[in-house]
């Protein structure tokens, strides 16, 4: 099956109450058993079922299969936000004095939950890009992964996974990347090599910035081992799922950072339209770059002429460049001009809305990063980032050239 018709059809799991062609919300905390015994049985994960929401819930249940089938993963735990499945994901496989090795260019989020952790004891070290060179200059006897991000947002560095991955089997670790701005529409991390992939399904995949929601997916292939990862102890029975399982029956039960059932109900109505959604965002995103570029703009988008990215954009996206592009006014002044003069583009902190929203990074999203990690992100006082909507390009277009314009 193509994308789109696998967002729709082939899971012959799903049988809904009453021939109902979506999963029912199941919002309700805990689930009816017959006997005692069936209850503790279900608790101790020896009966398939649900006790209580926080651990396991039928709508939640339905997005993580979408999600995991999409791609290509053994399986997969949504979380109550991109953060919680980066966070859940770290804490399942991490303990004090293992190391991390990850791009600078990060969502600031992510950079901070990094610092966080260093304060736990799990120490990242940085590198400008991940590639060959850069993981295998890292690498020390205490490196337990790799993470980075397919698109750096807002840096808009394309990870070239095959080679990522590559490079950390090499070291033996597993290559862990945030999809979130490639979404599965650009391309499936795990087919080129990845060993986990990680959404917020926040952004495009419920696509009308209507729920705060993640997923971290396994593909299956990393021999996860408790020598290596102590903190795997326990679930060396699960083979190849031993992370999952470790995630899903410890940190993620224990943190508590669970997926309401409404939001995983807008997560599944979101995917439905990813394809089509993504197919005229990018559309309206490369028109957009290009004549920015045409009017001299300073412009960055993967997929332009002219952009170093661009040969990997053909490699590894089909040629597209995902939904956010930058571009620097020349002056915080000007900057603030230019989006304040915006009518047709929101001023908002989002990605993958159909809405297209712009904001000033360095001021909003980077606010709490240092001069140092601003610039590894590729984040000026002058960047602009733009999350490029559905409307018509034609007016996106003239609502950006006009602003420019009358920005001086
Ligand atoms: C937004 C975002 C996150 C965090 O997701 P939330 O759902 O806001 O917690 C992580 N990574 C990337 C690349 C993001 O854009």
């Not at 996860?224 to 326990?234: E, I, Q, T």
């Not at 508590?256 to 990813?274: D, R």
């Not at 620097?328 to 001023?347: K, M, P, Q, T, Y």
């Amino acid at each position: 099956m193509n994308f789109n018709t696998c967002l729709l059809h082939g899971n012959e799991a799903e049988h809904y109450p009453d021939g109902a062609t979506l999963v029912p919300v199941s919002q309700s905390n805990a689930f009816l058993c017959e006997t005692i015994e069936e209850l503790e049985r279900v608790f101790s994960h020896k009966k398939a079922g649900y006790a209580y929401s926080r651990i396991g819930n039928p709508t939640v249940a339905a997005f993580e299969q979408k999600i995991s089938r999409l791609e290509g993963g053994i399986g997969a735990v949504a979380t109550s936000s991109g953060m919680a499945a980066v966070s859940h994901t770290l804490l399942s496989l991490l303990t004090p004095g293992d190391e991390i090795i990850a791009s600078g260019c990060l969502y600031g989020g992510t950079i901070g939950l990094l610092d966080d952790l260093d304060k736990l004891g799990i120490h990242t070290r940085f590198v400008p890009r991940l590639d060959p060179d850069t993981i295998q200059a890292s690498v020390s006897e205490r490196t337990r992964c790799v993470f980075g991000e397919v698109i750096a947002n807002p840096a808009l560095h394309v990870m070239d996974i095959r080679a990522a991955a590559q490079a950390a089997h090499a070291a033996g670790l597993p290559l862990i990347v945030d999809s979130t701005t490639a979404t599965p529409f650009l391309c499936r991390p795990l087919s080129l090599g990845a060993d986990l992939v990680i959404h917020s399904t926040s952004k495009y995949i419920s696509g009308s910035g209507n729920a705060i929601s993640g997923v971290v997916v396994d593909g299956g292939t990393f021999p996860w081992d408790s020598v290596r990862f102590p903190a795997l102890r326990g679930f060396e029975h699960a083979g190849r799922l031993a992370f999952l399982l470790r995630l899903r029956t410890d940190i993620h039960e224990n943190l508590g950072g669970c997926l309401s059932p409404m939001n995983a109900y807008l997560g599944i109505l979101g995917l439905e339209t990813l394809g089509l959604r993504m197919e005229r965002i990018c559309d309206n995103a490369a028109r957009l770059a290009r004549e920015l570029q045409k009017a001299r703009v300073d412009v960055n988008y993967p997929a332009l002429d002219g952009n170093p990215e661009k040969d990997l954009c053909a490699a590894q996206f089909r040629g597209l460049g995902g939904g956010i592009l930058t571009f620097r006014a020349g002056s915080a002044e000007r900057a603030r001009a230019v989006i304040n003069r915006l009518h047709c583009a929101c001023i908002a902190s989002n990605i993958g809305d159909v809405r297209t929203l712009v904001l000033l990074p360095s001021t909003t999203i980077f606010s709490k990063n240092t001069d140092r990690q601003k610039a590894d992100a590729g984040v000026f006082e002058d960047t602009v980032r733009v999350s490029v909507g559905i409307e018509d390009a034609e007016d996106l277009i003239d609502d950006f050239l006009t602003a420019l314009a009358s920005a001086g």
